[in-house]
Each structure stands twice: as structure tokens, then as C-alpha cells.
């Protein structure tokens, strides 16, 4: 599986950013799709998946309420909606697949960065 994530940019505090992340190579395998991010100094952390079939969704506390995954299964796509951005969410955000439910994630893009300015 290939991810190839975009979207990254420099946004100003409050503003909104959607990140893609599309999906090709053998994607009939996947579980679910996720978000990670990495700050500057800071361990990567998790930030929000989706259930590849069903759609169901999981957020970090964090983002919850401003940020929204979804998909497109015919795309083999997954989204990140960023809305009223914080100095805080700036990272370098990861897309990655997850092949069996529970385990670690198995294929990751090259990541995007985000930079939120004050």
C-alpha cells in the first residue's frame, strides 16, 4: 500500500486546512485509516481514524469538535477537515493504513506539514 498524503500549509490561528491522503496498491486490505502528527521535540501522537467500511470514526480529545475524518471508498481516500486551528496543531501530520483491527498501523505516508501561526 502507497499513501501519499498534501493539504499541509501555513494557516492563521482560527483558520481551517483539509488534508487528503490517497490510497493505492492493495487497499482491499484495509481496516481503518488514520491521522498521526508530530510536533517539533515531541513523540508523534494520535490524532483521529476511520473504519474503512463503516465509517466509524475516533478522535483524540484534543481535536475533538473541530476536526472531522471521512472517506471515499471509491477514491481510496481519506480526509481531515482542520477547522479554528491552534499554534498547537502545528506538526508534520501522517496518514496510515491499519490491516488488522487492534494492531499497529502497517503503512504510512510521507506526511504534510501544518504550521498554525498566532
Known amino acids: 500500500v502507497q499513501l501519499q498524503a498534501s493539504g499541509g500549509g501555513l494557516v492563521q490561528a482560527g483558520g481551517s486546512l483539509r488534508l487528503s491522503c490517497a490510497a493505492s496498491?492493495?487497499?482491499?486490505?484495509?481496516?481503518?485509516m488514520g491521522w498521526f502528527r508530530q510536533a517539533p521535540g515531541k513523540e508523534r501522537e494520535f490524532v483521529a481514524a476511520i473504519r474503512w467500511s463503516e465509517g466509524t470514526t475516533y478522535y483524540a480529545d484534543s481535536v475533538k469538535g473541530r476536526f472531522t475524518i471521512s472517506r471515499d471508498n471509491a477514491d481510496n481516500t481519506v480526509y481531515l477537515q482542520m477547522n479554528s486551528l491552534k499554534p498547537e496543531d502545528t506538526a508534520v501530520y501522517y496518514c496510515?493504513?491499519?490491516?488488522?483491527?487492534?494492531?499497529?498501523?502497517?503503512?504510512w505516508g510521507q506526511g504534510t506539514q501544518v504550521t498554525v501561526s498566532s
Open positions: 496510515a493504513t491499519q490491516v488488522v483491527p487492534g494492531s499497529a498501523y502497517d503503512y
Open positions: 496498491g492493495r487497499t482491499f486490505s484495509t481496516f481503518a
